[in-house]
Each structure stands twice: as structure tokens, then as C-alpha cells.
């Protein structure tokens, strides 16, 4: 079965989906700090700078190796190096170790998603070249350090349960807010303060930011939804929404994403919505999401 970042679970077929919500969503909150690095290694990343350098390098070759494909397979490659690297204790700065490591997740993650590729498309960037067996023996070894969870839930299993919370009936505009929540998720990745916030915080936050910045007037009953989710810890949601404007989120970025998914009429019609919202509610507070 084709792996969904969305649908982690193998047996998606045995669960009954309702009109909004699968009925599996518990499970994901029940099983996502299998999927998480330990947080003893998420203090040696906050106190180290060499090992978060040895991260960063990592996550460069990662990128370069998976270049060609969709930034989900980058995503879930990443995961998988953070999750070993938990497990086995950060290597020494030797490159060529790093990038067999990082060619490793790359390969792991394209098997999951059932790419056909050649490891040779991988190679010869920085004149390190691997052989197959060489690749297969440290994929062994991660599988066996990850104890075979491949299936890694995410952020991205939480957003379209959130999504249903806010009881948008607009398609377009549902789109659009997912696709901006999609866009910070990514970029919340690479930054270690995210490491410590379960999967399913950092999709309800990002919604949060990106509803932010979509739908001003609606950010407080957005808001509330999430908060009032009983999965949901608002004073973890807090921190990370607080860690992701430290990271340096910026709403413009979210009228380029209207921008490439709306028709000119469209945006239009959306920027008018966004006018009236401002003038309703044209401040809103950073506290507005802790006081719900």
C-alpha cells in the first residue's frame, strides 16, 4: 500500500470514515510520541552547536539527494534522521558518514513512497560514491534503531481533523488555508525548538498562524475550536506558536501562496473578504491565543 503522510496507518480500509472525520484520528494522537525524537537529544541539539551543525549538514544532503522529488519525501527523510540520530547518538563531523546517513533516509523514504529510482542519481555530488550494499547495510541499521515504525506520523496526519473544526463550507478557501499550514510545517521542521512539540501540536498551530493570517475575523473562533479540542494542550500550542514566530514566520508569504492558487477574480474576491475582516477586527493579540 502506497504510503499517505496523511494516512500513516496501513489498514486505512478496515476504519469507517464519517462526512468530516476517520474515526482512526485517536489512534494517531494515542501512537505520535512513537514517532518523535527523544528529548534528550533535543537538548544536545539546543546546548551543542557542533551537533547542530552535524544536524545541518545532515538535513543539506537530505535536501540535495531529494531534490527531484516531492519536499513530503524530504519531510518524511528528515524524520526518519532525527528519530535515528535520537536513538543512536549524534555521529562524529565526518562527512562521508553523514551523507551515507542522510542517503539512507532518502532511500527509506522513496521505498515508502514506492519511487522508482536509481541510487546512482543520488551520488557523485561532493565526490562521495556508495555502494548499493553499503546503502542496504545502513538502512538496516536505521530500520532496526526507528524499530521498523516507517509508517512516521506527522503534523500533516492532524491538519485536515483540525481543518474540520473550523466548519469552512468554502472548498477554495479550505485549500488555501491547508496549503499555507503545509507551508509552515515545512519550514518549522529545520528549526530545533519544534523538535520538542508533538506532531499534532505543531499542525494546530500552524493552522492557527495561517488562519492568522487568511481570515483575521475568524482567527478567534479558529482559535477557540483548536483550543477547545480535547487532544489539544493550549499552553504547548502557545509555546509553538510563539517558537514559530521566533523562527520568523511572515504573513506575506501567505499572499504569494493566494497568489499561485487563485485566479485573478478569485483573489479578488478574497482580498475583499480579507478587507472586511480587518475592518471588523483589525487588531489581534498574540495573548488572544493563550486567553480562550
Known amino acids: 500500500m502506497e504510503f499517505d503522510l496523511e494516512n500513516p496507518l496501513t489498514n486505512f480500509d478496515d476504519f ?7 474515526t482512526f484520528i485517536p489512534s494517531f494522537f494515542l501512537a505520535e510520541s512513537d514517532h518523535m525524537p527523544t528529548e534528550t537529544y533535543i537538548k544536545t541539539l539546543k546546548a551543542s552547536d557542533l551537533a547542530t551543525s552535524i544536524r545541518r549538514e545532515a538535513i543539506c544532503s537530505i535536501s540535495q539527494f531529494s531534490c527531484k522529488f516531492s519536499p ?27 551523507r551515507l546517513v542522510a542517503i539512507s533516509c532518502v532511500s527509506l523514504a522513496a521505498k515508502m513512497n514506492k519511487l522508482e529510482f536509481e541510487l546512482t542519481n543520488f551520488q557523485g555530488d561532493g565526490g562521495y560514491m556508495f555502494e548499493a550494499q553499503t546503502i542496504e547495510r545502513m538502512e538496516y541499521v536505521i530500520l532496526g534503531a526507528l524499530k521498523w515504525r ?41 528549526d530545533i525548538k519544534l ?42 500550542m502557545l509555546n509553538c506558536y510563539n517558537s514559530i514566530i521566533d523562527m520568523g514566520w511572515r504573513s506575506n508569504k501567505a499572499e504569494d501562496m493566494v497568489s499561485q492558487q487563485f485566479s485573478s477574480s478569485e483573489r479578488d474576491m478574497l482580498k475583499r473578504r480579507k478587507t472586511d475582516d480587518y475592518g471588523k477586527n483589525h487588531t489581534v493579540h498574540l495573548s488572544q491565543v493563550q486567553h480562550c
Open 16 to 22: 469507517h470514515v464519517s462526512s468530516t472525520v476517520p
Open 72 to 98: 513530503f519525501l524530504s519531510y518524511l527523510a528528515v524524520n526518519y534522521l532525527d528519530r535515528f540520530l535520537s536513538s543512536q547518538g549524534l555521529p562524529q563531523p565526518t562527512t562521508w558518514v553523514l
Open 150 to 190: 516507517m509508517r512516521s506520523i506527522t503534523p500533516f496526519s492532524f491538519i485536515s481533523f483540525f481543518i474540520s473544526l473550523f466548519k469552512l463550507k468554502d472548498p477554495p478557501l479550505m485549500g488555501v488555508l491547508k496549503a499555507r499550514a503545509v507551508e509552515i510545517i515545512m519550514e518549522a521542521q529545520n
Open 195 to 236: 523538535l520538542e512539540f508533538k506532531p499534532s501540536i505543531i499542525a494546530a498551530t500552524a493552522l492557527v498562524c495561517a488562519s492568522h493570517e487568511l481570515f483575521p475575523s475568524q482567527f478567534p473562533s479558529f482559535r477557540k475550536a483548536i483550543s477547545y479540542c480535547s487532544y489539544v494542550n493550549k499552553e504547548n
